[in-house]
Structures are given as structure tokens and as C-alpha cells.
């Protein structure tokens, strides 16, 4: 395989360490210190090395690379605009924590502690974030078909996983004597708006969501064509990772009122697609694709830290 540009970048161990200044100074510009982001901040770190345990333990590239945190540092800074959201953020560190746990799991229907681990997180995620409840069928289903861990003992310690949280919810109520949080929590799954409506999304979100897109796109191609160079298991994790893509873009659309945490969803289970394409090709077109999506990738980042500086200051 010659040595491209784009090889070189993503086998260099400077990559990890240039992407972390990159998002620092990011943050920076976005006002983190003035904001007083630091919840924020600290899910976007923990997030981030979640990310590096979840390539480096799957060994999601067959190379040493680290473009998939690299890839998720950067599509993440490039939808600045999702700083300030906390309820986001700490549900997507709890699917990354979730997603990591769930894959040690594999072709293992005995793992009924780690699957309740895994679950414990999930739970967490959608008390933060209600609505990843709609991905439960979906991931059941994969515990079947694609992490094939799936029994009537690991679907039990699910089920049991999940529900920690809210027990632990429940006996706070209990103890406030006030059971309004909880109504309200769950009466949020029930309330639906106009699909496809996209009206309320702003042009640089759309630009934003675009690129998520057509890097999903891409990635899911290109590990579609190639996917027999790789392990079974590693065929199966990213199997995992384009259904939750589309399920999360189906969401998107249905009801665009939760675009943020399906776009973070999005930016989650795209990075190692992409990754994939990057670190795994080398001819010149992808070398140039690599080049032109890397500028846009941070052309639109300019473009949304000066959108976001607009309405942060």
C-alpha cells in the first residue's frame, strides 16, 4: 500500500495529540471559559476517550491508527454549535460507554453482568435524554443478529440494567412525595410533531448535517465493498454502527425537533466509518477526497464557531 498523504496522517501517533489542540482551541473560541462549560467539556473528554477504548479494545482498524477518535474530535468541533447542550452531552457519553461494554459482550450469551453494565448506561443516557428509548427494539435485535449475545439470561440483566436508574429516580420521588418528573418524563415519548418539518433548522445545521451525511455515506460504502478484508467481529461492529446511523437519520427526519441528539448520535457512530475509509485506502481519488472533506470539515467549523460566537456572546 503506497504511503499517502492521507496514510500518513492517519498511521502518524501525532494525529491523536494535533486533534486534541485542534479541539481545545475550539472550545476555546466558543467560548468555554466565559460560558462556563465545564460539564460540557468534561462529556466531551470522556466521550473522546471512550472512543480511543473502543477502536484500541475492537481493533476497529487493522492498522495502528487513531482516526477514529481523531475523526470524532473533529466532526464534533465542527458541530460547535452543540456545546452548550448538556442533556445531550451526558447521553452521548453514556452510549459511547454503552456501545463499548455492549461490544465486549460478543458471541458471549453468558455475559449477563457486562450486559447489565452496558444497559445501566443506556438507562442513564435516557434518563438524560428520554427519547433513546426508540433505539431499544433496534439494539435488542442487533444483540441478535450482530453482537450475538443475546439470550434469555443477557435480556433479563438488559431489561434489569435499564431499569436501575429509575429505581434509584423513584425512591428520590418518593422521598419529594412529588411525581411530576417522572409524568413528564415519559409523556415526552408520546409527543410528536410534524415529520420531515425542517423549517425550525437553521442553514448551518443543515450544512452541518449534510456533511455528517455524506461521510456516513462514504464510510458505509466503502466498508460495504471491503468489509471481507476484515474479522467477522469487526463486520458485525460497524454493522452495528450503520444501523444506528440510519435509525438515528430516520429519527431525524420523523421528528426534527430532536435534531441535536440524533446529530451527536450521528457524529458517534459515523467516526469510525469514516476512520475505516481513511486509515484503510490509498489511491490517488481517495487521497483527494481525503483532502477536499478535511477542508470542508473545518471550513464549516470556522463558519459554525463564528455562528455560534454570534449567539454565545
Request: a positive charge; charged letters at 10%; aromatic letters at 16%.
Amino acid at each position: 500500500m503506497r504511503k499517502l498523504l492521507q496514510n500518513r496522517i492517519a498511521e502518524s501517533k501525532l494525529t491523536m495529540p494535533a486533534t486534541i489542540v485542534y479541539a481545545l482551541v475550539v472550545w476555546l473560541l466558543c467560548g468555554v471559559l466565559t460560558n462556563h462549560w465545564w460539564w460540557q467539556i468534561g462529556c466531551f473528554a470522556v466521550t473522546t476517550y471512550l472512543m480511543v477504548l473502543l477502536n484500541n479494545t475492537n481493533v476497529l482498524i487493522r492498522i495502528f491508527s487513531r482516526m477514529v477518535s481523531s475523526s470524532f474530535l473533529a466532526l464534533s468541533c465542527a458541530a460547535c454549535f452543540l456545546f452548550p447542550v448538556l442533556r445531550e452531552a451526558v447521553m452521548i457519553t453514556c452510549l459511547a460507554a454503552f456501545t463499548l461494554l455492549l461490544f465486549h459482550t460478543y458471541q458471549d450469551k453468558k455475559a449477563a453482568g457486562l450486559t447489565y453494565y452496558a444497559f445501566l448506561f443506556f438507562g442513564v443516557a435516557s434518563i438524560a435524554y428520554v427519547h433513546v428509548l426508540f433505539f431499544l427494539p433496534l439494539i435488542w435485535l442487533m444483540m441478535i443478529t450482530n453482537t450475538m449475545s443475546m439470550s434469555w439470561r443477557t435480556w433479563t440483566a438488559s431489561l434489569l440494567g435499564l431499569l436501575t436508574p429509575y429505581w434509584f429516580g423513584c425512591i428520590w420521588l418518593l422521598y419529594q412525595r412529588d411525581y411530576t418528573p417522572a409524568i413528564e418524563h415519559f409523556s415526552a415519548l408520546s409527543v410528536f410533531e410534524e415529520p420531515f418539518n425542517l423549517y425550525g433548522i437553521t442553514g448551518y445545521q443543515k450544512v452541518t448535517l449534510a456533511l455528517i451525511i455524506l461521510l456516513a455515506i462514504i464510510g458505509g460504502i466503502h466498508f460495504i465493498h471491503k468489509n471481507y478484508l476484515d474479522k467477522i467481529r469487526v463486520r458485525m461492529f460497524y454493522g452495528f454502527f450503520i444501523w444506528i446511523d440510519l435509525a438515528a437519520l430516520a429519527l431525524l427526519f420523523l421528528q426534527p425537533q430532536h435534531f441535536n441528539a440524533m446529530l451527536l448520535i450521528m457524529i458517534l457512530n459515523t467516526s469510525p466509518l469514516i476512520a475505516h475509509f481513511v486509515a484503510l485506502t490509498s489511491t490517488k481519488f481517495t487521497n483527494i477526497a481525503f483532502l477536499v472533506l478535511t477542508t470542508v470539515t473545518f471550513l464549516l467549523t470556522v463558519y459554525n464557531i463564528w455562528i455560534s460566537s454570534s449567539f454565545f456572546s
